[in-house]
């Protein structure tokens, strides 16, 4: 199973940017999506998860301003950002509970991808 994370770039504060993660290979089941943040110099946190059955999560910081939706015919997720702060600086990674195909269910993570807001 293959993430493939896109949407990142450098905005200004209070600007908006939605990031998009598709999950790709021998799927037969997506149980749930989410996506992290690293911040420069600090470890990986939640930001937003969302689970097969449309229960979603996230993290106080972005409640209101975040919001994470599952296309499960395409199996990709997304994360609409908007009123973005210089501390939402970050890369941003995806990750997927995938059953496969065999029947083996794993997370797997994408690439991340960088996002700048510049004050």
């Known amino acids: 199973v293959q993430l493939q994370a896109s949407g990142g770039g450098l905005v200004q504060a209070g600007e908006s940017l939605r990031l998009s993660c598709t999950a790709s290979?021998?799927?037969?089941?997506?149980?749930?999506m989410g996506w992290y943040c690293q911040p420069p110099g600090k470890s990986r946190e939640l930001v937003a998860e969302i689970f097969s059955n449309g229960r979603t999560n996230y993290e106080d910081s972005v409640k209101g301003r975040f919001t994470i939706a599952l296309d499960s015919d395409d199996n990709t997720v997304f994360l609409q950002m908007n009123s973005l702060k210089p501390e939402d600086t970050a890369v941003y990674y995806c990750n997927s509970d995938t059953t496969t195909r065999k029947g083996k269910r794993s997370v797997y993570w994408g690439q991340g991808t960088l996002v700048t807001v510049s004050s």
């Open positions: 290979g021998s799927i037969l089941l997506i149980n749930g």
